[in-house]
């Protein structure tokens, strides 16, 4: 299985410009997330998606847009990248529960530096 | 804003003693609180949860209770293992549904025999 696949794994972008951080699940997860992790901090919520076509805000969402047009795709995009948003970026995906042990699977992360 | 603090790591036990992680967080609102567990190689998973104060989690011998007048979510066991050497996260969510979650940076736990 696949799990949670994040690309790319390491990228550097100047101020002002745009990029899209790709997340895919093939575990037919409703739930999909977006976290950044910056050094000495825990995870932060950016976006969140319960299904194809639903999208919400997370604790940090200002700069990032999400969209959510199937269940295995959940892309990250960064419109105009600043040195703020430097961090590692995880991307998590789940069942939304009927019962059961809820695992949330996480990606490998993706470093981003904005120079 | 929101957010989780959680005690430093690592900790490091010898099996049969108490175990308490601490955790306090910062919410606007009546946050629901979660504790998840990562054992190595594999994804977080929900160990427990409490959705209003005074409410008590508990699965696996582990307890924690949401304490609104301390804002804190202490997590305990009366005596560790060695399979419960893992990270352990606590985290918040600003949803009833727990889709919406904030975590702490995690504790990772050792216990020897």
């Known amino acids: 299985n696949a799990g949670v696949t994040q690309t790319p794994k390491f990228q550097v972008l100047k101020t002002g410009q745009s990029m899209t951080l790709q997340c895919a699940q093939d575990?037919?997860?409703?739930?999909m997330s977006w976290y950044r992790q910056d050094p000495g901090m825990g995870l932060r919520l950016i976006h969140y998606?319960?299904?194809?076509?639903?999208?919400d805000q997370g604790e940090v969402p200002n700069g990032y847009n999400v969209s959510r047009s199937t269940t295995e795709d959940f892309p990250l995009r960064l419109l105009s990248a600043a040195p703020s948003q430097t961090s590692v970026y995880f991307c998590?995906?789940?069942?939304?529960?009927?019962?059961?042990?809820?695992?949330?699977?996480f990606g490998s992360g993706t470093q981003l530096s904005v120079l | 804003g929101n957010s989780v603090t959680q005690m430093e790591g690592p900790v490091t036990l010898s099996e049969e003693a108490f175990l308490t992680i601490n955790c306090t967080y910062t919410?606007?609102?009546?946050?629901?609180l979660f504790w998840y567990v990562q054992y190595p190689g594999e994804g977080l998973q929900l160990l427990l949860k409490?959705?209003?104060?005074?409410d008590k989690g508990s699965n696996k011998g582990f307890e924690a209770t949401y304490r609104k007048e301390t804002t804190s979510f202490h997590l305990e066991k009366g005596s560790v293992q060695v399979s419960d050497s893992a990270v352990y996260f606590c985290?918040?969510?600003?949803?009833?549904?727990?889709?919406?979650?904030?975590f702490g940076k995690g504790t990772t736990l050792s216990v020897s025999s």
């Open positions: 985290a918040l969510s600003f949803n009833q549904a727990g889709t919406a979650l904030i």
């Open positions: 575990m037919n997860h409703e739930y």
């Open positions: 998606s319960v299904g194809a076509g639903i999208t």
């Open positions: 919410a606007t609102g009546y946050p629901s």
């Open positions: 409490a959705t209003k104060a005074d």
């Open positions: 998590a995906s789940r069942l939304i529960p009927t019962g059961g042990s809820e695992k949330l699977f």
